[in-house]
């Protein structure tokens, strides 16, 4: 026939289906380069620097090859250290969605976490949380377990037992594995391949920087782990060399006829000259010491040491003039820029950990205690310390005042490292 009709392509009509309906397409479940996805529905950590390395990996798990390098490598465990603190450093504050009663008092519940003695027991309490959800940063991931407490809270507006977190505790990647759903599963002894379901609201998943939707994450160490191997390579033939050249070599001539225990005595007066001012000799002994001829400068090492730091300082923090010397080439212009680059690296690791603390803890006390409020969600907001100063800070509120223009009184007593008076009351411009 002329006019025959045109078939569909196969596959056409489910396709349009799955997408009307909003199922995925290409989800991992169908990645032919994933064959335990289709088999035992999971998905392994396919890290290309790890499963190299694996299974004589450094301390004998994954993620190993990480920490055995912050473990040797002082200068790069001083710059995971760097954009850790610069993080914990930022001023957090709990703020409600809006004025209403509903928001103010899921703001008040949320708030136990950041105040000073709140609802987590042991010391630390939300600091060494966060500090230990920011190994996400450089390892790719942090996964920590939220444990949960009846607590009595008599604040205002609030009174009564809530269920509120009692205990934040890290646990290693290495027990984990994620189904192709996405889900976090816990490896036992009884499901080591596929691993176990896990309840709601237990687990926070810090992934920040992933890629291709890698629930694993992206570990900042995996681009400086080899800077960091040849820098230790180079530090050992370094002592090598400091061994060889350093000191001269002591040569002994002593009499042919020399017995046995007359050359082991010889033997320990070698040795003693390390501690020895002075030695006495035998007649027909005699003692001199050889220079080793060097071949190579001892500024080749030091050279290679310094690149391989300036590489991981550019990495992991976008700069070097606040790890380590430029070479006098540095400039007061020249620092504002590196420093501008490294705050915006610190930004975006406070935003990530302010995301995923709002989507996980907040969210899940508002749930558990709160649900009416569950559409006006407090937030935790992380703020950078003054880098300004306070006198030029105060001149710019005084002028917006003049103005007639109103701030925040929360926002400005935090600036400036006061509390809030009683009521709030407004003050000229300031309201």
């Known amino acids: 026939m002329l006019f025959a009709r045109r078939k569909k392509a196969p596959g056409r009509r489910e396709g349009q289906s799955a ?33 190299t390395k694996q299974p004589a990996a450094a301390y004998g798990w994954p993620w190993g090859l990480f920490e055995e390098a912050l473990d040797k490598d002082a200068h790069l465990a001083s710059l995971v250290t760097q954009r850790r603190a610069a993080v914990l450093g930022w001023r957090r504050r709990i703020v409600a969605a809006d004025g209403s009663e509903p928001a103010r008092q899921a703001a008040a519940l949320c708030g136990r976490l950041v105040e000073e003695g709140g609802c987590l027991d042991g010391p630390g309490g939300i600091d060494n949380a966060l500090s230990e959800l920011l190994d996400g940063v450089p390892y790719g991931i942090s996964i920590s377990e939220v444990l949960w407490r009846r607590q ?174 430029d070479g006098g080439r540095g400039s007061y212009a020249l620092g504002q820029v590196h420093e501008n680059v490294r705050a915006d690296i610190i930004r975006s690791d406070a935003q990530a950990l302010a995301g995923i603390v709002n989507s996980t803890l907040l969210r899940w006390i508002v749930e558990l205690n709160r649900p009416q409020a569950l559409d006006r969600l407090p937030r935790l907001e992380l703020e950078p310390p003054l880098d300004r100063d306070p006198r030029l800070e105060l001149e710019i509120d005084a002028f917006l005042a003049a103005q007639g223009i109103a701030q925040d009184p929360a926002v400005l007593c935090a600036r400036y490292g006061r509390s809030l008076p009683e009521g709030g009351k407004q003050l000229g411009g300031v309201k």
């Open 152 to 325: 009595r809270v008599d604040s205002a507006g609030l009174s009564g037992e809530f269920l509120l977190p009692c205990a934040i505790r890290s646990r290693h990647p290495r027990r984990f594995i994620f189904g192709t759903d996405g889900s976090l599963r816990l490896l036992t002894r009884e499901e080591p391949l596929r691993g176990i379901a896990l309840p709601p609201r237990r687990f926070i998943v810090f992934a920040p920087y992933g890629r291709h939707e890698n629930p694993y994450g992206l570990p900042a160490l995996r681009c400086v782990w080899w800077l960091s191997w040849f820098k230790r390579q180079v530090l050992r033939f370094w002592v090598m060399y400091c061994e060889k050249f350093g000191s001269p070599t002591t040569v002994l001539h002593h009499p042919p006829a020399a017995g046995t225990e007359e050359r082991q005595q010889f033997r320990r007066i070698v040795g003693s000259l390390q501690q020895e001012t002075g030695i006495v000799l035998p007649e027909g002994v005699e003692l001199s010491l050889l220079e080793g001829a060097r071949s190579g400068s001892v500024e080749t090492y030091l050279e290679l040491v310094e690149f391989c730091n300036r590489e991981m300082s550019k990495a992991l923090l976008g700069q070097t003039l606040t790890t380590q010397s």
């Open 19 to 51: 997408a009307r309906e909003g199922r995925e397409i290409a989800g991992i479940a169908s990645d032919l380069h994933e064959p335990l996805a289709g088999w035992l529905g999971v998905r392994p950590n396919r890290d290309p620097l790890l499963a």
